[in-house]
């Protein structure tokens, strides 16, 4: 069915434009046609090489923070830490420094209230596209539009103050490139109100796919210690005392098996939406015009048939020679999305990934905590539902 989704042929179901209102707007992940087209076009910049390398140091200092918030716990004898808060805060940190120049208190304070309002959407009982379905929880529905607000409001208050700074304008990061080319795109500006949008997408984006990827990697790892030790192997023999420059990470080859493996157990986007905006035929099968279809990634992505029978085990070899990992269908792999909606900030994924987790498997090795309690849950992302408990030791 994916390899029928063609981009003029389908769009964004409205039902899920209203429901996720609140933490997307009408930002890039929701836009559509010439509206799509233009935002694109004002925020790829920001996730140029010569700007990626640019944020390779926040990314850095951020992670160095959080080693030395680990070792200060385990030297008072707790060794067990949820290393999927730590790393979301910590990647939080990170896309709110180098990707809107924010300060760490304001940054946390939108981080913590899109995690409110993530559990406030997705962790009840829903009922998207049923006919007055928010009246059926009144309360949700008016605690998700109030935190909705609210994040606008601090977000404003961010765009507003770097436009009164001259200096400001001039950052290489993500909001820089909106005020820079605010001005005029295709004859038509942001406005203030896509301006948040775009913010509040990317502030959510940009820092829950990859510390979810960190977060299932560290488990993987610590139940398979084969390969935590041969990525620890890797790092030495192709980092060793270095800085950890940007073209030494892309050598990092068996780190990006296991990415890519982990993505394809753990994908951050478990499912995919579209709308048919006219009839299609499938094989002898017509979908009829408006029909709202689920792409269930999460269900290719561990198929028998696209796979073989070794669907549901950790083996990153099979990335080895085959960017698709040996899956029989061309659009059976889709860990960030396919076509030209494909995420636009994956670079910065695989570069934040690359950088974490060379520092992390550098000072410490992991083990699977007797706490921890394996229970995927879909909350628009793929996370665990009771935390990512691991028993950590220092090298």
Same mark, same amino acid.
């Given at each position: 069915? *994916? $390899?029928?989704? +063609?981009?003029? &042929? %389908?769009?964004?179901?409205?039902?899920?434009? !209203?429901?996720?209102?609140?933490?997307?707007?009408?930002?890039?992940?929701?836009?559509?046609?010439?509206?799509?087209?233009?935002?694109?076009?004002?925020?790829?910049?920001?996730?140029?090489?010569?700007?990626?390398?640019?944020?390779?140091?926040?990314?850095?200092? *951020? $992670?160095?923070? +959080?080693?030395? &918030? %680990?070792?200060?716990?385990?030297?008072?004898? !707790?060794?067990?830490?949820?290393?999927?808060?730590?790393?979301?805060?910590?990647?939080?940190?990170?896309?709110?420094?180098?990707?809107?120049?924010?300060?760490?208190?304001?940054?946390?304070?939108?981080?913590?209230?899109?995690?409110?309002?993530?559990?406030?959407?997705?962790?009840?009982?829903?009922?998207?596209?049923?006919?007055?379905?928010?009246?059926?929880?009144?309360?949700?529905?008016?605690?998700?539009?109030?935190?909705?607000?609210?994040?606008?409001?601090?977000?404003?208050?961010?765009?507003?103050?770097?436009?009164?700074?001259?200096?400001?304008?001039?950052?290489?990061?993500?909001?820089?490139?909106?005020?820079?080319?605010?001005?005029?795109?295709?004859?038509?500006?942001?406005?203030?109100?896509?301006?948040?949008?775009?913010?509040?997408?990317?502030?959510?984006?940009?820092?829950?796919?990859?510390?979810?990827?960190?977060?299932?990697?560290?488990?993987?790892?610590?139940?398979?210690?084969?390969?935590?030790?041969?990525?620890?192997?890797?790092?030495?023999?192709?980092?060793?005392?270095?800085?950890?420059?940007?073209?030494?990470?892309?050598?990092?080859?068996?780190?990006?098996?296991?990415?890519?493996?982990?993505?394809?157990?753990?994908?951050?986007?478990?499912?995919?939406?579209?709308?048919?905006?006219?009839?299609?035929?499938?094989?002898?099968?017509?979908?009829?015009?408006?029909?709202?279809?689920?792409?269930?990634?999460?269900?290719?992505?561990?198929?028998?048939?696209?796979?073989?029978?070794?669907?549901?085990?950790?083996?990153?070899?099979?990335?080895?020679?085959?960017?698709?990992?040996?899956?029989?269908?061309?659009?059976?792999?889709?860990?960030?999305?396919?076509?030209?909606?494909?995420?636009?900030?994956?670079?910065?994924?695989?570069?934040?990934?690359?950088?974490?987790?060379?520092?992390?498997?550098?000072?410490?090795?992991?083990?699977?905590?007797?706490?921890?309690?394996?229970?995927?849950?879909?909350?628009?992302?793929?996370?665990?539902?009771?935390?990512?408990?691991?028993?950590?030791?220092?090298?």
């Amino acid at each position: 069915m *994916s $390899t029928e989704v +063609m981009a003029k &042929r %389908w769009g964004k179901p409205s039902v899920f434009k !209203n429901d996720r209102e609140s933490m997307f707007g009408k930002g890039l992940v929701m836009a559509e046609g010439a509206e799509w087209v233009r935002h694109r076009h004002v925020i790829a910049p920001a996730f140029s090489p010569l700007n990626l390398k640019a944020m390779r140091n926040m990314m850095i200092e *951020s $992670t160095k923070q +959080m080693i030395d &918030r %680990w070792v200060t716990q385990i030297n008072s004898g !707790n060794h067990e830490i949820d290393v999927e808060s730590e790393v979301i805060s910590t990647a939080g940190q990170i896309i709110a420094r180098s990707s809107f120049g924010m300060n760490d208190e304001d940054g946390s304070e939108v981080f913590e209230k899109l995690r409110a309002l993530q559990r406030t959407l997705f962790k009840t009982t829903r009922y998207v596209g049923v006919p007055y379905g928010k009246c059926f929880n009144v309360k949700k529905s008016l605690e998700a539009k109030k935190l909705g607000n609210e994040i606008d409001k601090l977000l404003l208050s961010v765009i507003t103050a770097r436009k009164k700074s001259k200096k400001g304008q001039d950052q290489q990061d993500l909001l820089g490139s909106l005020l820079q080319e605010n001005h005029q795109v295709d004859g038509k500006k942001l406005s203030t109100r896509e301006l948040v949008d775009e913010c509040k997408t990317f502030f959510f984006g940009g820092h829950e796919t990859t510390a979810l990827a960190i977060s299932w990697t560290l488990l993987l790892l610590a139940m398979h210690q084969d390969w935590q030790i041969q990525l620890r192997d890797e790092i030495r023999e192709v980092i060793g005392d270095n800085e950890l420059d940007i073209n030494l990470l892309a050598k990092l080859k068996k780190m990006k098996w296991v990415m890519n493996e982990v993505l394809r157990l753990y994908p951050p986007a478990p499912n995919v939406q579209r709308q048919a905006r006219e009839d299609i035929e499938v094989d002898n099968l017509t979908v009829p015009n408006g029909t709202n279809m689920w792409i269930d990634v999460v269900g290719m992505h561990h198929d028998p048939a696209l796979w073989g029978k070794d669907v549901n085990e950790f083996r990153p070899e099979r990335f080895m020679d085959d960017v698709n990992g040996g899956c029989n269908h061309k659009m059976g792999y889709l860990p960030f999305g396919f076509g030209g909606r494909m995420c636009i900030g994956r670079n910065l994924t695989f570069m934040e990934y690359k950088i974490v987790l060379t520092l992390l498997l550098s000072r410490f090795s992991f083990n699977v905590s007797p706490n921890y309690h394996h229970s995927p849950s879909i909350m628009l992302s793929l996370r665990p539902t009771y935390g990512l408990p691991l028993i950590v030791q220092p090298l």
